[in-house]
């Protein structure tokens, strides 16, 4: 399984774009970048993910290096809602194959957006 | 119109005893997880199924057992409560192969 290297802990200013870095040098060519979140007693929510090209949707922007050795997830305008630990996360395939994969959650980085 | 439901939020129960967990998802999702995050706040997968069929078991003591009646549900039962079973449970859903996990609030286990 690869596996992801995030800092443990950022903070942003509040209206400023919040860009998260992770590390997944191991990544093999089929597997996805996946980014979630999750807020202080919540579930965690998904966000974003993407193979080898940039992606982008409502939430965030999804930029994976040519390489795919890393990538960053980029909220463009970060609000105090936005506080919570995000998670990068590469996509790990049943042993057995088939089409049902299961997601390995790290530490994560714990984002603190400040007024 | 909550997409992943889980029923309790909060459980306190003794040890030793027997409890259950449910979970409802009304996306028309075919897979459905359970998660265990302990009080390091580690997210672990504990058990996938997939159109009720059981497809992920994690490593996870037999005191533990899913069952699902119906691809929207997925409950869990837990014989014999340690301890160490203390934790925060989130149920999942996802539309098969895209793999965007939907999740619950979380039920919040407290064994005395």
């Known amino acids: 399984d690869a596996k992801t290297t995030q800092p443990t802990s950022m903070d942003c200013a509040e209206g400023r774009a919040a860009n998260l870095p992770c590390n997944h040098s191991?990544?093999?060519?089929?597997?996805?970048v996946y980014w979630y979140r999750q807020i202080h007693s919540q579930g965690p929510q998904y966000i974003i993910h993407g193979l080898k090209n940039n992606e982008t949707n409502e939430m965030a922007s999804l930029i994976i290096t040519e390489d795919r050795k890393s990538s960053t997830l980029i909220l463009p305008h970060a609000t105090l809602r936005d506080t919570a630990v995000y998670y990068c996360?590469?996509?790990?395939?049943?042993?057995?194959?088939?089409?049902?994969?299961?997601?390995?959650f790290g530490k994560g980085t714990l984002l603190t957006v400040n007024p | 119109d909550t997409a992943v439901s889980q029923t309790p939020k909060y459980l306190v129960t003794q040890m030793g005893n027997d409890k259950s967990i449910k979970c409802e998802q009304n996306?028309?999702?075919?897979?459905m997880y359970w998660y265990k995050q302990d009080s390091k706040k580690f997210l672990k997968i504990m058990f996938s199924y997939n159109n009720k069929e059981l497809i992920i078991n994690e490593t996870v003591p037999n005191r533990f057992s899913p069952k699902s009646p119906d691809k929207a549900h997925l409950n869990l039962h837990i014989n014999s409560l340690e301890l160490g079973d203390s934790a925060v449970y989130f149920c999942a859903s996802s539309p098969g192969w895209k793999n965007i996990q939907y999740f619950g609030a979380g039920t919040r286990l407290s064994v005395l």
């Open positions: 191991t990544i093999s060519g089929n597997e996805y």
């Open positions: 996306l028309g999702h075919d897979t």
């Open positions: 996360i590469v996509r790990t395939p049943r042993d057995s194959g088939g089409s049902n994969y299961k997601l390995t």
